[in-house]
């Protein structure tokens, strides 16, 4: 006889997926038990709250490209780690979710406590699953458990990734099967189901693309997540400055190439820089990569900011339900970003074009010292106000973050603060919230990077808002593995997004007393320091940049309404 769990383990760690992130409760306490036995193979980490669990795990699925692996009971895992797991589904995260319905003894039609088979007197925890994920699984035996998680870890990880849940009945998950060897049908190992390449480009629209772009007057590149779960940045650099094409991206995009790139425009739309939607604008053709083209990064799908009628779209993406969703194309494919891109790059080449790659960097170059184009600039960016602009305060970041560190950005106005004005000095360098963007994401999400990125420090910038919600677990958390995260809180006591909107009379609502975040992190053990100067940003950026242990920056900030950073054009 074999246990449904030592085999469900095996399972988890023959796929690669090293780490696991979760909160036991109901019978997923000896699932957790079996992988920190195993922890030669695979991490376990015991989260402080679900919300954070499913954060990890989400942030492991975006920095791997393996699905983050999510523990815990289903009615728990289904409300608080629902936080992660919509993040993961609308922003294409590979998760693999394995939880219970808690249905204990057999009682599920007596309504047993906390129990989710969805009776009368329970929770549909399938219901929940299956509006928020990709592909669930209800398993209601023991080898549907073990069948579902390898299905699970394939459907996640297959097409557009995202979050895959085996929802087990409690007999199915604790229960036992007599001989592996002797199941029908057969269970084999995951590999061979995961051995699937990925869609690919065809070379005839490869050469047609590439002749598209070697005869356009002003091309230009517009990089989408996709990018990132392609690991297609080298990609996207190497196009660019083959035939001299400026790259924009959304904001989900951010860091498809190093905002220090001559030929980078940053973020476009009215999230972003004034010289990218001007230069897309006034582009012939628009070469879209892993980006829906979504309202939020098209001005609301104005066809002032991109016109099919006038300008030629390429579109480019693993899901053929992406490309040609929001705007009509001229040319539609269904491949993975980083084998299109290399495809397009060979084809290129083969062509031997003639092109004054230098004279477009000149031009961009002109119209990035341009004053009018404020490219990552501000004119609060040299304020000496108390409290203190935002805009200063990400000034400072981009003079004390090196090369190696991340940026892990939450939900809120700090992001639109740090989107339009944060320079990226590498590509992937930064990792954020966008598919549902929950405050407090950075809280767990960043927690995680530290774990994984060993090559430098990872900056978690939150709102007081969110540092509310998750910040005192994800502290406790941070102490208790010893990781050198700097968060970085502005501080401004209020609900700032929410604020910007409401009228002087409705304020109030989104208002509330200060919270000094310093003397909550120093009464759990990790230093904090509260900053109400300008002068005071720097030299403790530095010092937290540089210390080997975690700090927690309080930054006053003024209730400066992020509209001042947004732009309609």
Not at 47 to 76: C, N, S, V
Not at 103 to 129: H, K, M, R
Request: proline share 6%; hydrophobic share 40%.
């Amino acid at each position: 006889m074999v246990r449904v769990i030592d085999l469900v383990v095996d399972t988890i760690i023959e796929a690669g997926i090293d780490h696991a992130f979760g909160l036991p409760g109901g019978v997923t306490p000896f699932l957790m038990e079996e992988l920190y036995k195993r922890n030669d193979k695979i991490r376990t980490i015991t989260a402080r709250h679900e919300a954070i669990a499913a954060t990890m795990a989400d942030l492991y699925g975006r920095f791997t490209q393996k699905p983050g692996l999510l523990i815990g009971q289903g009615i728990w895992i289904g409300t608080n780690g629902l936080f992660g797991i919509c993040e993961a589904f609308l922003a294409g995260s590979p998760m693999l979710i394995i939880t219970d319905t808690s249905d204990w003894d057999n009682q599920s039609l007596y309504a047993p406590y906390q129990c989710g088979t969805g009776e009368y007197g329970t929770v549909n925890l399938l219901n929940i699953f299956r509006s928020t994920t990709k592909y669930t699984t209800y398993a209601t035996t023991p080898l549907e458990v073990v069948y579902g998680v390898q299905l699970a870890i394939k459907h996640a990880i297959s097409g557009r990734p995202g979050p895959a849940c085996v929802l087990a009945r409690i007999g199915a998950l604790g229960g036992k099967i007599e001989d592996p060897a002797k199941l029908k049908p057969p269970l084999y190992p995951i590999e061979g189901y995961l051995r699937v390449n990925p869609p690919c480009i065809s070379s005839s629209d490869s050469n047609k693309i590439a002749k598209i772009l070697i005869d356009a007057n002003h091309p230009i590149l517009l990089c989408g997540r996709g990018i990132h779960a392609s690991m297609a940045h080298g990609e996207v650099q190497e196009l660019a400055e083959l035939i001299g094409m400026p790259v924009a991206t959304s904001y989900m995009g951010k860091g498809s190439i190093a905002d220090t790139h001559d030929l980078a425009l940053g973020v476009m739309a009215s999230r972003g820089q004034k010289l990218a939607t001007d230069y897309i604008k006034n582009s012939d053709i628009i070469l879209a990569v892993g980006t829906c083209l979504a309202p939020d990064n098209t001005n609301s799908c104005s066809p002032e900011f991109i016109d099919p009628i006038r300008q030629k779209i390429i579109h480019i993406d693993i899901d053929p339900r992406n490309a040609g969703w929001t705007y009509p194309i001229e040319i539609g494919v269904t491949s993975d970003a980083k084998l299109a891109l290399r495809s397009i790059i060979n084809a290129i080449k083969t062509m031997s074009p003639n092109i004054e790659v230098h004279k477009t960097i000149d031009e961009i170059k002109a119209m990035k010292a341009n004053p009018e184009n404020e490219f990552f600039i501000s004119k609060f960016y040299f304020s000496e106000n108390k409290p203190i602009e935002p805009e200063r305060v990400v000034k400072e970041i981009n003079e004390a973050i090196r090369e190696n560190d991340l940026v892990i950005l939450d939900a809120g106005n700090n992001r639109y603060w740090n989107t339009k004005l944060l320079k990226t000095k590498k590509a992937r360098q930064i990792f954020a919230p966008g598919g549902a963007a929950g405050m407090a994401w950075s809280a767990g999400a960043s927690i995680c990077a530290q774990m994984l990125h060993n090559d430098g420090k990872v900056v978690a910038i939150l709102g007081d808002g969110g540092a509310l919600m998750l910040i005192t677990p994800a502290m406790e958390m941070v102490k208790e593995l010893n990781l050198p995260l700097v968060y970085v809180i502005l501080n401004n006591s209020s609900l700032g997004n929410v604020r910007d909107f409401l009228s002087r009379k409705g304020r109030p609502i989104t208002e509330y007393p200060e919270t000094n975040f310093a003397d909550i992190a120093n009464a759990m053990g990790i230093q904090g320091i509260r900053i109400e100067d300008v002068s005071e940003i720097r030299p403790n950026l530095e010092k937290a940049l540089s210390s080997d242990k975690p700090i927690l920056l309080d930054i006053i900030v003024s209730r400066a309404s992020h509209l001042r950073v947004r732009s309609s054009f």
